[in-house]
């Protein structure tokens, strides 16, 4: 079955640093991949979304991931943290070619902002 | 700005009632879930459809049954409450494209005590 993978349940950076959140899929089907973000209380919200018009993909609140078939990766990046940032993310695959198979998201990884 | 509404938002029942959980969505999306999250966040598949009449059970097991009789409207009813099924529950739809992102509501914290 395919999978989705994303490395570290729970990550912290201060404010006005890097956040780099990772997600590595199985497969070597052409994916679709995407990005959301839920804060608390609420549903989540699609950050962004690969669908091989370009590697590179920026999304919504500063963020971008890069698709990198060799790597079966999409990692999520945004070169400078805010507060606000706070929330659960999490990285999710489409397989075309896989029948009408629902989205597979990943465990989600926790981000923390620290002041 | 939420194109797919879930009623209640928050729900406390006792042991052995029935209870039905609304999702309704504008979108005119033919696909349309039912996510269970855990207190751990992940996200677990309990039933989709794929249009009218159309439903499936997706990876966890669950005790719920949902119905699809038209394109915006996609209930979740347990038939006898338990303690096991205190969660958080998403409704969520899409396109049909397989690259359509998913349209979450804000979900129904349900505690049954």
């Known amino acids: 079955a395919q999978s989705v993978t994303q490395l570290g349940s729970h990550v912290s950076v201060s404010e006005g640093a890097l956040v780099l959140l990772r997600c590595n899929y199985s497969?070597?089907?052409?994916?679709?991949l995407f990005w959301y973000v839920q804060y608390p209380n609420q549903g989540l919200q699609l950050l962004l979304k690969?669908?091989?018009?370009?590697?590179l993909v920026k999304g919504i609140n500063g963020f971008e991931a890069e698709f990198k078939k060799s790597e079966t990766s999409f990692h999520l990046t945004k070169p400078s943290a805010h507060m606000s940032d706070a929330a659960e993310y999490f990285c999710a695959v489409s397989w075309l070619g896989e029948g009408n198979t629902p989205l597979v998201f990943g465990k989600g990884t926790r981000l923390s902002v620290i002041a | 700005e939420a194109d797919i509404y879930q009623t209640p938002r928050y729900l406390v029942i006792g042991t052995g009632k029935k209870i039905t959980l609304e999702c309704s969505q504008t979108m005119g999306h033919d696909k349309m879930y039912w996510y269970q999250q855990d207190p751990g966040m992940e996200l677990h598949l309990i039933h989709y459809s794929y249009g009218v009449n159309s439903t499936e059970k997706g990876d966890l097991s669950s005790e719920s049954t949902v119905s699809r009789i038209r394109t915006e409207h996609f209930p979740l009813t347990l038939e006898s409450a338990r303690p096991s099924h205190t969660s958080q529950y998403l409704c969520a739809s899409s396109g049909i494209p397989y690259n359509s992102p998913l349209h979450f509501g804000n979900g129904t914290r349900l505690t049954v005590t």
């Open positions: 690969y669908t091989s018009a370009a590697t």
């Open positions: 497969s070597s089907v052409p994916p679709y």
